[in-house]
């Protein structure tokens, strides 16, 4: 979920993360602008200042907007609960190579789920996948959750990469950034 957002432009870690990623750039979707949440529905989006939001995106728009306020009133979460993307942690877990194909090929569930065996080992998925049946999770969702788990896991080590370095505050002053 996007935490820090741009009142108008579009945000610099979104930008440096279409960047390292590659021909794997549009996974990284433009979040929300900050006033277009107050919207109450995905026609009043597209009227006003949402042109061009998808379905899709327009979906998480209450989240976003819970996520928003919950660390406006517990300003001591700002620094621990971060924004992940699992393309940057799949490059990460990849020797900074991102992966070739989208969670939505064979393929591509193939490598993410030899990554992630090769950071939680093969018991570990198993367990997931045992789990998760007859849920309507899909593989390559469970596949991202484990690659954000290990970039929040870095995070909290202190090894985390941030995009960028040196992150702005948005307008309530939650910090626009990505990390992996």
């Not at 799949?90 to 030899?114: Q, V």
């Not at 969702?141 to 702005?168: I, K």
């Amino acid at each position: 979920m996007p935490i820090g957002l741009s009142e108008s432009d579009p945000r610099r870690c979104d930008q440096l993360a279409r960047q390292r990623l590659g021909a794997r750039a549009s996974s990284v979707f433009p979040p929300p602008l900050r006033p277009t949440l107050v919207a109450a529905t995905h026609a009043d989006l597209a009227a006003g200042r949402g042109k061009g939001v998808s379905a899709q995106a327009w979906n998480l728009f209450a989240r976003v907007r819970d996520l928003g306020d919950l660390l406006g009133e517990r300003v001591e979460w700002r620094q621990r609960l971060v924004e992940v993307h699992p393309e940057l942690s799949f490059l990460a877990l990849n020797d900074d190579e991102p992966l070739p194909t989208s969670k939505h090929r064979i393929d591509g569930i193939y490598r993410r789920r030899a990554v992630v065996i090769g950071v939680f080992g093969m018991p570990a998925i198993e367990s997931a996948v045992e789990q998760l049946a007859g849920s309507r999770v899909k593989e390559g969702d469970m596949f991202d959750a484990s690659a954000a788990l290990w970039s929040a896991r870095r995070q909290a080590e202190g090894s985390g990469v941030c995009l960028p370095a040196s992150p702005l505050l948005d307008a309530r002053g939650l910090p626009m950034r990505i990390v992996f």
